[in-house]
């Protein structure tokens, strides 16, 4: 008995040698503490110092050969305060403070972002945490304590399959400042690109022009002869782009992922690819392919090629696993080929969010046989900055799109345009989907999601699906022949206005206020002018003192408007949706009640 106790105690001993516990203090935030319970052998350094007015946490681990590296965590809380909601890149805008035990994110190198902010209700940071880890997987948990009216935050490191590795470092940053909200989540997002010397594909300006998407209208069952037809019409309009989707390679129209993988043209339904991508390059438009990059299905032919590189095991679409070079080198040449043989101008890159590991890393138990790269996320940035190389070699303004949730500041590296997340129909949230990407992707052009409204909508209400894209490229999904008149002469008036301000709208400071409402209030402002749309009746928009041109946006259901503005304008004039004038109305100094059409606009001139 005496010696299981002895037994017993060593091996307690032993496990409490393993588990480490160590802090350090910033100023304005308190302290920080890493934890790590199974050290395993591993050496760790934590060190805190201040750089500027951020804080700024350094971990080094170190083993003397390599090894998986121990799951740890780092936490930090502080009181309440004036903090009332978290805002992170999966939200979308709502940003409720909830326990933090009720909420996880998860960033890794293909979904979401290390950046999560503490607000007041005015639209003030009181933290943000960044974290220099945009290529493995980032497990935090965020909210309040109800125990005792503090907020906290953890984020935990090494929580999935990792190959083994001998060193690992990583920063985390601590933002206090007393600054608008919106500031502090771009830099925390540029502080994580330039710490992990990210370098950022260059945009083309092609990157920033409006777009026709075939996908709502038509989704697989789609042919040459729609496309051209449509194009025609979407050139008139004034759309540079189109971008043809899911069901040019395959003649099966029950949706899902089951014949990807051969990436072979339909030629029921694209006899003459080249020719047919000839003909609407001739209307003005570039043309860009849909490619559900990891998917391999269960009907391809390619799906018996690859068996035994996949990350998973299903029975109708299988996930290629880019550790293995004979995959890379297969998708590479598969983009390589068609824009060369096809002349497309770009490629929307889909599911790249799907190279994850659904239990156990397959790879463990095969030794790694076969895989020239053992880590996941090193082998899908390596498979990513090949593709990006590969493609500009022959094209270099070669369109890549992405969507959300694969937004982070890795994936800038491989593509020019980031969509927002599928939102059909759902004007507020592609605003809120718009608005969140703006905030987190530097000089990328931010798309929205493809519009659609029903064709017996007015004119009017058809415009709020646009006004709540305009911050973004908006893309459109519309069967453009079955469309009024009205409704088309409202699109060529936007798409000309977005046009004409593009830089303003697009590429100037952006400002989306209350993320925790939606943003019903977004301006955006260039040396030359200042943009503001406002989305809810009842909004008091108060306009800065300036000088410049001031063009207020009515994308709220009613036709009037509270404006306060801080000088008298010299003029002020009204229009409607289609760009037609109303007239010009008095505005003074202070508090104005203006009657400005729904999804029409005001121009103040100073």
């Not at 459109?476 to 699109?491: F, V």
């Amino acid at each position: 008995m005496r010696k299981l106790f002895l037994a017993v105690l060593a091996a307690v001993c032993v496990l409490q040698a393993m588990a480490l516990e160590e802090s350090v203090e910033l100023k304005g935030v308190g302290k920080i503490t890493l934890r790590c319970y199974d050290s395993n052998g591993w050496r760790f350094e934590m060190k805190g110092h201040a750089e500027g007015d951020r804080g700024i946490v350094s971990i080094d681990l170190d083993n003397d050969k390599p090894t998986a590296p121990p799951r740890f965590s780092v936490g930090f809380s502080r009181p309440l305060g004036d903090v009332s909601y978290l805002w992170h890149a999966g939200d979308d805008g709502r940003c409720p403070l909830v326990p933090s035990w009720l909420r996880r994110f998860r960033s890794d190198i293909a979904s979401g972002i290390p950046v999560y902010t503490f607000l007041d209700s005015d639209n003030g940071n009181c933290l943000t945490v960044a974290v220099s880890e945009p290529f493995r997987k980032v497990e935090a948990k965020m909210g309040a304590v109800e125990d005792n009216a503090m907020v906290e935050g953890e984020m935990a490191f090494f929580t999935e399959p990792e190959a083994p590795i001998s060193s690992y470092h990583v920063e985390l940053m601590f933002d206090s400042r007393d600054v608008f909200y919106g500031d502090a989540i771009a830099g925390g997002t540029q502080w994580i690109v330039d710490r992990c010397g990210i370098v950022t594909a260059p945009v083309p300006e092609a990157a920033f022009d409006p777009l026709y998407s075939s996908w709502y209208q038509f989704h697989q069952e789609l042919t040459a002869g729609d496309i051209e037809a449509e194009c025609r019409l979407a050139a008139l309009t004034g759309m540079k782009t189109v971008i043809v989707d899911d069901g040019w390679q395959t003649s099966d129209n029950n949706r899902g992922y089951a014949y990807c993988g051969d990436w072979e043209m339909c030629e029921d339904k694209f006899p003459d690819f080249a020719g047919h991508v000839k003909r609407v390059r001739q209307n003005g438009m570039k043309y860009m392919m849909w490619y559900s990059v990891p998917f391999v299905g269960a009907r391809s032919r390619n799906h018996e090629r690859f068996k035994g590189m996949y990350l998973t095991d299903n029975p109708d679409t299988n996930v290629l696993d880019p550790r293995f070079p004979e995959v890379r080198e297969f998708l590479c040449n598969l983009y390589e080929t068609a824009l060369r043989d096809w002349n497309v101008d770009g490629f929307k890159l889909d599911f790249i969010d799907r190279f994850k590991f659904a239990g156990a890393d397959p790879a463990v138990a095969q030794d790694y046989a076969g895989r020239d790269i053992k880590s996941l996320p090193a082998s899908v940035d390596t498979l990513m900055n090949e593709i990006n190389r590969r493609l500009r070699a022959i094209n270099r303004d070669v369109l890549i799109e992405f969507r959300q949730e694969y937004i982070g500041p890795a994936i800038r590296q491989y593509g020019n345009m980031l969509r927002a997340n599928d939102c059909p129909c759902d004007a507020e949230g592609n605003r809120r989907r718009v608005a969140t990407l703006r905030l987190t992707s530097g000089n990328t052009a931010v798309h929205s999601d493809m519009l659609e409204w029903n064709v017996t909508d007015t004119p009017q209400q058809a415009a709020r699906h646009v006004l709540s894209a305009i911050f973004g490229v908006v893309q459109y999904s519309m069967m453009l022949r079955t469309l009024p008149e009205e409704h088309l002469a409202m699109i060529r008036h936007w798409l000309d206005f977005s046009q004409k301000h593009r830089d303003t709208l697009l590429k100037s400071e952006f400002r989306p206020y209350y993320p925790q409402a939606g943003y019903p209030l977004i301006e955006a402002e260039s040396t030359n002018e200042l943009i503001v749309a406002t989305y809810n009746v009842g909004n008091l928009v108060t306009v800065k003192d300036v000088v410049k041109p001031v063009w207020l946006l009515n994308a709220t259901a009613g036709n009037q408007m509270a404006v306060e503005l801080a000088r008298r304008p010299k003029s002020a004039e009204v229009f409607d949706t289609f760009g037609n004038s109303q007239g010009h109305v008095k505005a003074g100094r202070g508090l104005n009640r203006i009657a400005v059409p729904r999804s029409g606009y005001v121009k103040f001139e100073f």
